[in-house]
């Protein structure tokens, strides 16, 4: 499936003559048209249609949702229906004779379990799990390549037609920083000492599964509580504020008030249905958001805001000026660096790492000869790695466990990269069929990694905060981006949304800020109070999203979304930066110890 932009609908909606000025409205069709999977094309067509005969209605984000409640999901119903019948009615192919044939060898198998073979019978040996007799299951261990061999996943898989076409490989679509001249390679020294660890040390960091589905409304409404007492004590020393007033008490003067912005209803919030809930210490009460004598302003459900205004009946607060939360400082490292340290080159990936219509690995054996020819000193990869929205998982498919699948992807990536000697971090996605469906997510486990594999891998939770020779990254797999722009209302702030986003996450000190979080978002809230929280500023954040791939410094820290290495069928983008720490700072600023970065097409 080529990729769905909002300026792929805005262009398919002036053909048909339909406005739309609204980037809510745009917004609320390129979800639908990603969850759903249907080209831009297609959802204008059927919005067309469902438009012409209900006397042509407007395109407003209610009609939207109208639309998707009567056309969109009746339509994924109707292609379950399909594929079940499909599946049923297929007739027998050469990969169904091959399974009739498997089963019938298993069953022989069986027989001779059960009986003792004549002598000098030319049956096969009886096979176990731990003994397997294919030669072919043998051959598969002599190369990531053949680990990655599709047949081994799948009876039907074939090579990618649209991948192995795909055109500009290599070619380098962003740039930041001072990127002429720039040696992309690691150091000289094989995995020359770079010093990895989580921020917040093994014992206060998330390092196993936990249980949950056990919290308590009472307990989510502590942490949201916590949370704003916290970000209103940065705003009082900041702004130096003695207390605030409670938000529902009339008063005929001027008052400051500390809430969280939340939505008068279920539906997606407007400017006319912003609501501000304080915390218990300023009475716990909600209170109306008249925003019309702002001249700016950015809000989403969820934010923590400091308001200046008039509430002279306690029944609505007329805003007249919006304070943004106030960042965490950076991160100050007591080692003192050396001036002739060499730059150290991180590589990072966001998965999926196979085409929407293949269970082949290409993209990622790709992947691992760009790491092989660059040899950075660190590859930071993120999941998914078998992707939960891959079509032939979707459809049952695949001949393999999950976990078998997962198990050879990284066996192939940790050998395929040890002449390299990169360490290397792997953060698990909400999106991976085999982990736990959990938000924040425990990493993963490899028990079957050697002793020196292990030496070189990290596993980490998402999300996370690293500390990578004294220049900390913050990860996350999670596609806050797109979640936020979805929900995010603003007026008078410029266009760049994602820089308004990533601001937010600063300023909110959140690696997820949005409450109520989007239903694919399973979240554990005492959880996320520990350990989805940013416990300072990074250097480097690391946010793939599906939206597209650019990399900026919103407020000193550079933000970085290297899209995903496949994009439906055709290949997509990774990233690739070089970092010192800074020596000294310029003039009193601080010196952002990435040098150079770019995104670049796999």
Request: charged content about 25%.
């Amino acid at each position: 499936m080529a990729q769905v932009t909002g300026e792929s609908l805005k262009s398919e909606l002036d053909v048909f003559g339909i406005p739309c000025q609204d980037d809510s409205v745009l917004d609320k069709m390129l979800e639908q048209c990603i969850c759903n999977r249907i080209q831009a094309y297609d959802m204008v067509l059927e919005w067309v249609a469902y438009s012409s005969t209900n006397n042509g209605l407007n395109l407003t984000l209610d009609t939207l949702e109208q639309f998707e409640h009567e056309v969109l999901n009746k339509r994924n119903k109707f292609k379950q229906v399909l594929r079940k019948e499909e599946t049923h009615n297929r007739t027998r192919d050469i990969h169904t004779i091959q399974d009739l044939i498997k089963v019938e060898e298993e069953e022989e198998n069986l027989l001779d379990a059960y009986s003792t073979p004549a002598k000098g019978s030319q049956k096969r040996a009886l096979t176990t799990p731990e003994n397997p007799h294919s030669k072919r299951s043998a051959a598969l261990l002599a190369s990531p390549g053949l680990l990655l061999s599709p047949s081994s996943f799948s009876p039907s898989a074939t090579p990618s037609q649209k991948y192995s076409q795909r055109g500009g490989k290599g070619e380098v679509v962003v740039t930041f920083g001072a990127v002429q001249g720039t040696r992309w390679a690691g150091r000289k020294a094989l995995g020359a000492g770079v010093q990895l660890e989580l921020l917040e040390g093994p014992e206060d960091s998330l390092r196993c599964s936990y249980k949950y589905m056990f919290q308590r409304l009472r307990d989510v409404r502590n942490v949201l509580t916590e949370k704003i007492e916290e970000l209103g004590d940065g705003f009082r020393s900041h702004f130096n504020i003695e207390e605030f007033s409670p938000v529902s008490l009339p008063a005929q003067d001027s008052i400051t008030v500390l809430g969280q912005v939340c939505c008068d209803s279920n539906g997606k919030l407007n400017a006319h249905s912003v609501l501000l809930e304080a915390g218990p210490e300023q009475g716990g009460q909600q209170v109306p958001v008249d925003l019309s004598e702002l001249k700016e302003y950015s809000l989403f459900p969820g934010q923590v805001v400091m308001m200046e205004g008039m509430n002279t009946t306690g029944r609505k607060l007329m805003a007249s000026k919006l304070y943004e939360g106030v960042p965490l400082p950076f991160y100050t490292s007591e080692v003192k660096t050396e001036m002739d340290e060499e730059p150290m080159t991180v590589l990072v990936a966001c998965g999926p790492y196979t085409p929407s219509d293949s269970l082949t690995f290409d993209p990622l054996l790709d992947l691992i000869s760009v790491i092989v020819r660059d040899r950075p000193d660190v590859c930071l990869l993120l999941g998914p790695f078998v992707d939960s929205r891959h079509e032939q998982i979707e459809k049952a498919q695949v001949t393999e466990t999950f976990d078998a699948i997962f198990s050879r992807c990284m066996e192939s990536i940790v050998d395929g990269t040890k002449s390299v000697g990169c360490r290397l971090v792997f953060v698990p996605s909400q999106r991976d069929i085999h982990h736990h469906f959990i938000y924040p997510q425990p990493p993963f486990t490899l028990p079957n990694l050697s002793k020196d594999q292990a030496q070189r891998v990290t596993l980490v939770p998402d999300p996370c905060t690293l500390l990578i020779d004294g220049v900390t990254f913050g990860l996350t797999s999670t596609d806050i981006l797109f979640h936020m722009g979805a929900e995010e209302i603003s007026c008078g702030t410029g266009s760049d949304r994602f820089s308004r986003i990533l601001k937010h996450m600063l300023t909110q000190r959140s690696y997820y800020p949005l409450y109520p979080p989007v239903e694919e978002v399973n979240m554990d809230y005492e959880k996320f109070q520990s350990f989805g929280q940013m416990p300072l500023t990074p250097d480097v954040l690391i946010i793939p999203s599906e939206l597209r791939y650019f990399v900026k410094d919103v407020i000193g820290c550079v933000c970085v979304n290297p899209g995903r290495l496949t994009k439906g069928q055709v290949g997509g983008t990774y990233s690739r930066l070089l970092i010192q720490r800074s020596a000294a700072s310029d003039n009193g600023r601080r010196v952002s110890p990435c040098l150079a970065a770019q995104v670049v097409k796999i």
